[in-house]
């Protein structure tokens, strides 16, 4: 194996290692970031229900209030 083909070589192993790092790094990243897209999905479930029961209770004053003649 000549010098060339020897430090090519050397440079394609260098870029391989690099390649497994960041793929790991993404791979770790991505489950992370996905990990943080189910928890606001869940936040903002929760979120709707607390809207939905204070829109109600407001209709509900609402239409108490229209029935006492207090607007």
Do not use: C, P, V
């Not at 090519?8 to 993404?26: C, I, N, P």
């Not at 996905?34 to 004053?61: C, I, K, P, V, Y």
Request: proline share 0%; no cysteine; glycine share 2%.
């Amino acid at each position: 194996m000549t010098e060339l083909e020897t430090l090519l070589l050397s440079a394609l192993e260098d870029l391989q290692k690099t390649y497994k790092t960041h793929e790991k790094t993404w791979q770790q990243e991505r489950a992370a970031l996905h990990a943080m897209f189910e928890a606001t999905q869940q936040d903002n479930a929760a979120l709707r229900e607390q809207l939905d029961r204070l829109s109600g209770q407001f209709s509900s004053l609402s239409a108490l209030l229209s029935r006492s003649g207090i607007t």
